[in-house]
């Protein structure tokens, strides 16, 4: 049977969890069904993913199914790129579901979740596997659908149900979007199959709108500046194993849908293209980290950080673009490749960030850090896995997220070969913004493990915590462990990758498998190398030979004591830095021009009684300046519009006459 | 038998950097005694304040963690293993293949995040204040330097510092605005990365000026040696780095013999005096600025760096 067949009967086998979900049986039942009925079905089809993208097995054949348009049929195909994004889809479900059935257990109400949740899974695996427009587009809204229905689930609490609203919005714009695009690619014949979409080719112009429109479609789903307003409303109200997956996997499913359509269908790129993509994925990965660094809310911080890290893969599709337009297809290759990594380096670490997220949440109740900190020591596993998280986020060495960066900026180095000036001259400065929003994340990152691990509880709920169950540790251990593989041995991931990249950029990497001491080349030895594996084991062995040093020839004696603090340590925790005042130097260096964030200070006068006040604004530009206004235009066309409600049944019937009418006299003026 | 040679390299240089580290500090500390006409301690007083630090007992903090315990280690470990990387004396480095200029810039951004976490964990606020200042000149001192490493490697159409290094020592490299502009802002990242005066005073104990004596300030006895021989040894680091790329000479090649690497090493050891002088009287000169006006301190120099690649573009003279 081939493996196709067996992806289609596992996202089938999701489908059939929706009913029982419904079924009226007990809490705990209805959780080991759902959670561990996906964790099955997924695991598998992870497993399936992996060999078919090793080319393990055979599944390219198409299957078509009698549903849809008769003429078309639901076709599925499963080629490399898919395989590529079904690993990352799966491996992310999987783990979820894994975590879901410890963190399930604080859930208020399931049925508002266990419904929902495989019909999501379900959705993402089709519109990954779903190979004409039709059914990509059903998949793309169940997909959206159903995540909205899992963000609404505590629709009770504050902000919740305005964010669905937004990400509803959203979505359907997204969808409108994508359905133009392939409208636009299957042409006036009709030709909604991807395969015939690739026979004929769009011209120039044709193909600059889909662009725009996959950009538009694919780019808000994904969380693409200045589309990006939904996704750190909607990614945090969710549960967070729904947050993980939103954020780790669905955002992914997203630059699927704008790969799929970019690299493959709409023919051989112009070099503009690449601008459009670069000047984007800059503008997102720089505001995406600043924003990120201004929150306090752990789940908001997540999902604000999402939005840096599909800027950073959207720079490296446009290094992709532009070289591929350059007809430099293997450097085209090492770009691909860094984006490609970097997806799934992001659904590694965004996933496990958001675990932790939630065991904090489930263990006190809070996700503003202002009222956690000194996790560390109530819950030590969930603080070590969060740290690798961490750690692997911010882009440093030896973990995964380092590598992907590193390629991408060995991808920037080779721009002096391309012909456009333009070009030239942006890629350099895309690299500097890159390498800035690379350290804004470091930054953001020792805030966001400082202020809620370290240092002393701010709240007696923090102070209390227990550390979470074992399913849930061990969902965040097995990504933890991930992270420091892919960092370590990046070259398997780098050569598994390998097919999916051909079929996208046109070109190859040179094999790593064969390099020397499993280093990473990307193109020559003399140029660049790096290995995480040597690197990884300089710094444990420099660190044993330290520390033995240390405890063969220094005094062991430990004394406790409080803290030293200059000599006028202060016992109450309210007196540590916050995350605001952590926060407050790249505000005011940063975010003063770009977010207008501005600090009020009121110091009452000696004698006053009242107390001191200090109070920081931070403007969102985007918002303000492109989704206000929009906001108040539909607003005030709804309130003109609102009179026709009330109209008598005469006055409605003139109106479908003359709407008739025009409709025919516009159709007879346009032949 | 030809694993020998560069292994031996590897390890004398290793050693090397490790010994000549209290020495840099202490030299300079000592000349910029003497321009401010005082005596001054010896040139070895950092050997014995680490020699007095580690016999000393440690006092830790009561609501300090395990990570406050380990990151002293890993500081060091990702300084020290960053340092083994950058040719001093001789190119032939074994493990130089291992980890290139970006990566070795990462590696100390490792040890950055370990040492910001640290200064967070006692919950003080002091610890607090040095962390977030410090990640802020990190985020603006780190993307300069990986600008930096742009022009470089654009230059020498290479990361691998070995090989920019034989690059700048051939003699197609001639006079370039890209690379003094990269020179002026590597040495003021350099100041602001060290914590040297006008950005940080590695003397001072004054609450609100510090930010790396801030975040170590609840550190003592052994964990505070292994910390200030890191920041001796990152302060190394990036003389040696200036060093090896822009005042290549001496500098032992692959394959060479005895004497050029004997040689070398007395040219690094001068070169180290050159540049402890000099940043002595930098030091001597000028007074600490403001915090906030750091951020245009170091603005300036990732100005500098994006202009440098930029002009490389502009500029006569091919790129490979």
Known sequence: ?671 | MELIGPLAIQGVHMTLVLALAPLLTGFVRAVKARLVRRQGPPVIQPYRDLWRLMRKEVVLAESSSWLFRVAPYLIFAGTWVAAALIPTFATGLMFSWSADLIAIIALLGSARFFLALAGMDVGTSFGGIGSSREVMIASLAEPALIMIVFSLALLAGSTQLSTIAGYMLSSNVGLRVTLALSLVALIMVAIAENARIPVDNPATHLELTMVHEAMVLEYSGRHLAVIELAGQLQLLLYVSLIACVFVPWGIAPVGAGPLPHLLGAVAYVGKLAVAGVIMAGFETAIAKMRVFRVSAFLGAAFMMSILGVLLLFVSRGGLR
């Open chain 1, 1 to 671: 049977m081939n493996s196709l067949a067996t992806l289609l009967i596992c996202a089938g086998a999701l489908l059939a969890l929706v009913p029982t979900a419904l079924a009226p049986i007990g809490a705990r039942a209805g959780r080991w069904i759902t959670y561990g009925g996906s964790l099955l079905v997924c695991a598998f089809a992870c497993a399936m993913s992996i060999a078919q993208l090793l080319g393990l097995t055979d599944g390219t054949a198409d299957i078509i199914l009698p549903l849809g348009l008769p003429w078309i049929g639901a076709r599925f195909h499963l080629d490399a790129l898919a395989a590529a994004f079904l690993v990352v889809v799966n491996l992310g479900a999987a783990t979820a579901s894994l975590y879901g059935l410890g963190y399930g257990r604080h859930e208020a109400d399931p049925r508002r979740v266990l419904p929902f949740y495989p019909a999501f899974l379900a959705a993402m695996n089709l519109v990954v596997l779903a190979a004409d427009a039709f059914s990509f587009l059903i998949a793309w809204e169940l997909m959206s659908l159903a995540s909205w229905g899992l963000v609404i689930a505590h629709h009770r609490q504050a902000g919740v149900a305005h964010a669905g609203y937004v990400y509803l919005i959203m979505a359907s714009f997204a969808a409108l979007s994508l359905l133009l695009a392939f409208a636009l690619l299957a042409g006036p014949g009709g030709a909604y199959a991807f395969d015939a979409m690739r026979t004929h080719r769009p011209d120039a112009a044709t193909a600059a709108f889909v662009l725009v429109l996959a950009i538009l479609g694919a780019g808000s789903k994904a969380g693409l500046v200045p589309l990006h307003v939904w996704l750190p409303l909607a990614h945090p109200a969710a549960p967070s194993h729904v947050s993980a997956l939103m954020s780790g996997v669905m955002t992914k499913v997203a630059v699927y849908a704008f790969v799929r359509i970019v690299f493959d269908l709409v023919g051989p790129p112009l070099w503009w293209w690449s601008i459009v993509v670069l000047s984007l994925g800059a503008a997102t990965a720089f505001l995406g980290v600043l924003q990120a660094l201004m929150q306090h809310d752990l789940k908001r911080l997540l999902a604000y950080h999402t939005v840096e890290n599909i800027g950073i893969i959207f720079i490296g599709l446009g290094l992709a673009l532009a070289f591929k337009a350059a007809h430099m297809e293997w450097a085209a290759a090492l770009a691909m490749t860094a984006a490609l990594f970097h997806v799934f380096n992001h659904s590694l670490f965004k996933s496990l960030l958001f675990f932790g997220a939630g065991a904090v949440d489930s263990a006190t109740g809070e996700r503003d850090m202002e009222r956690l900190g000194g996790l560390i020591r109530r819950m030590p596993q969930t603080a070590l896995a969060f740290l690798v998280g961490c750690f692997a986020i911010s882009a440093l060495p030896p973990l995964n997220g380092f590598v992907s960066e590193w390629m991408t900026f060995q991808a920037i180095l080779l721009s002096p070969s391309l012909d456009a000036w333009a070009l030239k001259l942006l890629v350099p400065t895309v690299g500097a913004v890159l390498a800035l929003s690379a350290a804004l994340a470091a930054a953001c990152f020792v805030k966001a493990f400082g202020i809620t691990f370290l240092g002393r509880a701010r709240t007696l709920a923090a102070e209390t915590a227990q550390e979470t169950d074992g399913f849930s540790l061990a969902a965040m251990f097995l990504f933890a462990s991930l992270c420091l593989l892919a960092g370590v041995l990046p070259g398997f991931v780098i050569d598994a990758l390998a097919p999916a990249v051909r079929m996208t950029a046109g070109g190859q990497m040179p094999t790593q498998a064969s390099q020397a001491w499993l280093s990473i080349v990307p193109i020559a030895q003399s140029r660049s190398s790096y290995n995480g594996l040597l690197v990884l084991v300089f710094v444990s062995v420099s660190a044993g030979l330290c520390a033995m040093a240390i405890h063969q020839f220094a005094s062991r004696a430990v004394r406790r004591a409080p803290a030293w603090d200059c000599g006028a340590p202060d016992p109450s925790p309210i007196t540590q830095y916050t995350a605001s005042s952590f926060a407050q130097p790249i505000r005011r260096v940063f975010a003063t021009l770009l977010l207008g964030a501005a600090e009020t200070v009121d110091i009452p006068a000696p004698g006053e009684m009242r107390p001191a006040r200090f109070e920081v604004l931070i403007h969102d530009p985007i918002w303000e300046t492109l989704y206000a206004p929009a906001a108040a235009l539909v607003g005030y066309a709804a309130d003109r519009l609102n009179k026709l409600q009330f109209l008598t049944i005469r006055l409605y019937l003139t109106l479908v006459f003359l709407a008739l009418v025009g409709l025919l006299l516009v159709l007879a003026l346009w032949s």
